[in-house]
């Protein structure tokens, strides 16, 4: 049923806590939301014109032109009437302007483990605020947060959570971060520069969860604030992203490059599809690509696959596909290759490339054993790159 009641504090923290639960147990409030479409918990302020709720902002890249509005944020630059809505379902046309509806108005908010990004170099062991707004301008088969993802704010429920209020509540949950992470926090671009740029000012880090399609100005603007990102390599080939994911492999390649040149700590996952992206001549491809391009010490998570969505049908990825995607990562001359959604594996742990004894031990996403003392290995003093306090 349809509720226009503002969430109270007490409710807020309630479910923040269950997030926070949740990540240790493994599922989320979000999943408690699948199917559902309730609508906003607080709707139009009373002096808001009648298209323009109270979750709206201009937006902050895009040019007017004879066929309607153009969205410059990313590569489907969507050309936008009033009568439609952009392929991410959170911007409108408002009297020839482009606003987002995605400003202040998480449909997620958990506080999780910095290891459930994945972020396995970054600030080990510390918690990260988490937020969420719903739309994603990829659409993937595979998606395992279609139910924010593939919806429009207007449809999910979602709390009243402006920059500054993301800041407080970070600073009262005692975490070091904030992450903008669960479905694309490029298609709220707006509330995640203007959140994380008031946290920078507090000296608190933020970090992106990204499938980085985004293009080169509004990424540049971002790397301004951003400390963290770990970019989502959906495949290394043109024909499977447009097939499997609806986008184009070469701008997610120039985000990565775009990235480390703007100094943002980078890790990268792709997630193992089988009869998709199993195929072990292309993962090669891909991991000399980041290679000749300067990413030895970039670490790689090769994520296991688990059937949803839009592909019930297939398999888990075996667990030998995984090892052999990490033997030819590392192989091929990179550093830190992990291996994710399979508990237990010992792959999940950080090993010093030159000596090769486990340097970080992990169970889950708890770190129990850390030897990287001030960047090194402890054992034969190599340099460890990454954001370690």
């Known amino acids: 049923m349809a509720s226009n009641r503002k969430m109270t504090k007490r409710e807020f923290l309630r479910y923040s806590i269950c997030g926070a639960c ?3 147990l493994g599922f989320s409030f979000m999943d408690s939301m699948a199917g559902e479409v309730i609508r906003p918990v607080r709707g139009l302020s009373p002096s808001a014109p009648e298209k323009l709720w109270k979750w709206s902002k201009e937006a902050s890249f895009y040019i007017q032109t004879p066929r309607g509005i153009k969205c410059l944020i990313c590569p489907n630059e969507c ?7 952009a392929i991410c379902q959170n911007r409108e046309v408002f009297e020839d302007k482009l606003y987002s509806i995605a400003y202040g108005n998480p449909c997620a908010v958990h506080v999780d483990p910095i290891e459930k990004k994945p972020l396995n170099h970054f600030l080990p062991s510390s918690f990260s605020y988490s937020i969420a707004t719903a739309g994603c301008n ?4 595979n998606c395992q947060n279609w139910s924010i993802s593939q919806v429009s704010p207007r449809q999910t429920r979602n709390y009243d959570l402006m920059p500054q209020q993301v800041v407080d509540e970070c600073i009262q949950n005692k975490c070091v971060s904030i992450s903008y992470t669960y479905s694309e926090p490029v298609t709220f671009f707006e509330y995640t520069f203007d959140t994380a740029k008031l ?15 985004i293009n080169e100005k509004p990424l540049r603007q971002l790397c301004s604030v951003i ?7 959906k495949s290394f080939s043109e024909e499977i992203y447009m097939m499997l994911n609806a986008g184009k492999l070469q701008p997610v390649l120039n985000t990565l490059k775009i990235m480390k040149e703007e100094g943002v700590w980078l890790e990268i996952t792709n997630l193992v599809v089988p009869t998709w992206t199993d195929d072990l001549k292309m993962i090669r491809e891909m991991c000399q690509w980041l290679m000749q391009n300067g990413f030895q010490d970039t670490p790689l998570h ?4 688990q059937p949803q969505y839009q592909l019930p049908n297939l398999p888990p990825t075996p667990q030998s596909i995984l090892a052999s995607a990490r033997e030819i990562a590392l192989s091929e001359g990179l550093h830190y290759v992990y291996i994710g959604n399979v508990p237990g594996d010992a792959s999940s742990n950080t090993y010093c490339p030159k000596c090769k004894k486990i340097l ?6 708890t ?8 960047s090194r290995c402890k054992y034969c003093n190599e340099v460890i790159p990454g954001i370690w306090k």
């Open 302 to 305: 090769f994520s296991r696959f």
């Open 360 to 365: 970080i031990e992990r169970k889950g996403f």
């Open 199 to 213: 946290a920078r000012g507090k000296g608190i880090k933020n970090v992106m969860v990204t499938a980085g399609y």
């Open 22 to 24: 949740g990540a240790a």
């Open 227 to 233: 400390d963290a990102a770990n970019v989502d390599l």
């Open 138 to 141: 990829l659409k993937c088969l």
């Open 367 to 374: 770190m129990t054993k850390n030897d990287v003392v001030d």
């Open 79 to 85: 050309v936008i009437t009033d009568d439609k809505r």
